[in-house]
T-cell receptor, first 114, second 116 residues
């Protein structure tokens, strides 16, 4: 059974600091990885995706992937109160990205303290 | 680009009735759409994969006769919850697959279903 594990939090980070969110997955054959942000009562919004080992940066966000350790992380630099949300890690077994149903973790609730 | 809409956004119905939820990709064609369900404080759980012009593929434990999926065109998939019961109350979210601008899924805004 495919599993994606995240610490549910809440993770509390001061405004302006770096927020670090972690995710592990059980299916070693997984090929593509996604981070979504979900505000309460809303649907998920894509933040980043990563396919290859290493780091991928997009603005204040950096995704990190280590397939050997089956570990994905998301760093948010210069955290803002508007970043307060639940962050969902999602895994797709196919290298084609979004062409298969995603397996989601339960999400980490992030709180940015002003 | 890559906008997905859902209708209705919220529905309240009596137990035993059927409810239809529409999912549309507004500015792209999606041969594959997905239906997820999210209970309070839980993660999204994939219910089924909807392929245009063919039968949907359901995840284990999801009753295909209860959750009817129709993907009649490249921009529209519908989910019908038949004979809904209070335990079906949940947040139903669809997504559509596209490779432009990125190869991923984009989610609709969700439908909050409450069965009394």
């Amino acid at each position: 059974q495919k599993e994606v594990e995240q610490n549910s939090g809440p993770l509390s980070v001061p405004e302006g600091a770096i927020a670090s969110l972690n995710c592990t997955y059980s299916d070693r054959g997984s090929q593509s990885f996604f981070w979504y942000r979900q505000y309460s009562g809303k649907s998920p919004e894509l933040i980043m995706f990563i396919y290859s080992n290493g780091d991928k940066e997009d603005g204040r966000f950096t995704a990190q992937l280590n397939k050997a350790s089956q570990y994905v992380s998301l760093l948010i630099r210069d955290s803002q109160p508007s970043d307060s949300a639940t962050y969902l890690c999602a895994v797709n077994p196919l290298s084609g990205g979004g062409a298969d149903g995603l397996t989601f973790g339960k999400g980490t609730h992030l709180i940015i303290q002003p | 680009g890559a906008v997905v809409s859902q209708h209705p956004s919220r529905v309240i119905c009596k137990s035993g009735t059927s409810v239809k939820i529409e999912c549309r990709s507004l500015d792209f064609q999606a041969t594959t759409m997905f239906w997820y369900r999210q209970f309070p404080k839980q993660s999204l759980m994939l219910m089924a994969t909807s392929n245009e012009g063919s039968k949907a593929t359901y995840e284990q434990g999801v009753e295909k006769d209860k959750f009817l999926i129709n993907h009649a065109s490249l921009t529209l998939s519908t989910l019908t919850v038949t004979s809904a019961h209070p335990e079906d109350s949940s947040f139903y979210i669809c997504s559509a697959h596209t490779r432009d601008p990125t190869d991923t899924q984009y989610f609709g805004p969700g439908t909050r279903l409450t069965v009394l």
